[in-house]
Nanobody
Framework: QVQLVESGGGLVQAGGSLRLSCAVSGRTLSRHYIGWFRQAPGKEREFVATMWWSFGWTFYADYVKGRFTITRDNAKTTLSLQMNNLKAEDTAVYYC?????????????????WGQGTQVTVSS
């Protein structure tokens, strides 16, 4: 099993920045993607960014490309999401997730391990 624990959420003004972290532990060798999703009130959970864990390749949703950056440390124990130029529409609970398959990296159904989530609120 893999365990994921998010931290770093908070309240920020539009145009500001936040950095989220996800502590990754457990069996990650069998995981293909580890990444970030978000869910706003009344909306479905949506893809934000993810990393092909073995090689470090990164993938982003169009609506965050150029503003968000996903990285990990060399020990592969922490996955981070640097969020710059935040907008009110980025307000959501952000979840770290690990996939079991190697299919569509943006499909929530590919991910079967989830953290508890961290709230990000952007005031306009």
């Amino acid at each position: 099993q893999v365990q994921l624990v998010e931290s770093g959420g908070g309240l920020v003004q539009a145009g500001g920045s936040l950095r989220l972290s996800c502590a990754v532990s457990g069996r990650t060798l069998s995981r293909h993607y580890i990444g970030w999703f978000r869910q706003a009130p009344g909306k479905e959970r949506e893809f934000v960014a993810t990393m092909w864990w073995s090689f470090g390749w990164t993938f982003y949703a169009d609506y965050v490309k150029g503003r968000f950056t996903i990285t990990r440390d060399n020990a592969k124990t922490t996955l981070s999401l640097q969020m710059n130029n935040l907008k009110a529409e980025d307000t959501a609970v952000y979840y770290c997730a690990a996939s079991v398959g190697s299919g569509s990296y943006s499909d929530t159904r590919e991910y079967n391990a989830w953290g508890q989530g961290t709230q990000v609120t952007v005031s306009s």
